[in-house]
């Protein structure tokens, strides 16, 4: 099977800028895999359709159109969030209240712990205690692996 010319559109992931470039590839899976290896994160994918019945430069000084292109079909990309484990953000919040809700992106809620905790342990060490636990189980459960999409 001879390679086909793949038009892939995506993103460059070292500088954020939009991306489109041609790859020959035997398969649409193989164009996207080899755009992944130049840093692009590939958004569309269309194979380049040849336009046999219209004059090219080579067949005695016509003209060349552009290539047409099939309907493109969109890559999907399975996206992480960019937080910790529940284990680690429990850990986290341990050390210092609130700071486990922080690294799962939740800095407002994280920053009420984190006074919320020191309030009550400044009033008495038992409600103190009592928010600490709160806070850490909370921070277990608001890791992304735990969310619900």
Request: with cysteine.
């Amino acid at each position: 099977m001879g390679n086909q010319a793949w038009r892939i559109v995506g993103r460059d992931d070292s500088t954020g800028d939009d991306v489109t470039m041609t790859i020959e590839a035997t398969t649409q899976e193989s164009a996207v895999r080899r755009a992944g290896r130049r840093g692009v994160r590939v958004m569309q994918v269309a194979p380049i359709v040849d336009s046999v019945d219209e004059p090219h430069d080579d067949v005695g000084g016509g003209y060349v159109h552009p290539p047409r292109y099939a309907q493109p079909s969109v890559v999907h990309h399975h996206h992480h969030d960019s937080g910790v484990s529940g284990g680690v953000a429990a850990l986290l919040s341990l050390l210092i209240p609130g700071v486990g809700q922080m690294v799962n992106g939740k800095v407002g809620a994280g920053i009420v712990w984190l006074i919320g905790t020191f309030i009550g342990y400044l009033l008495f060490i038992v409600p103190g205690l009592i928010l600490h636990i709160i806070c850490i189980v909370d921070a277990a459960n608001s890791s992304p692996q735990r969310r619900q999409y």
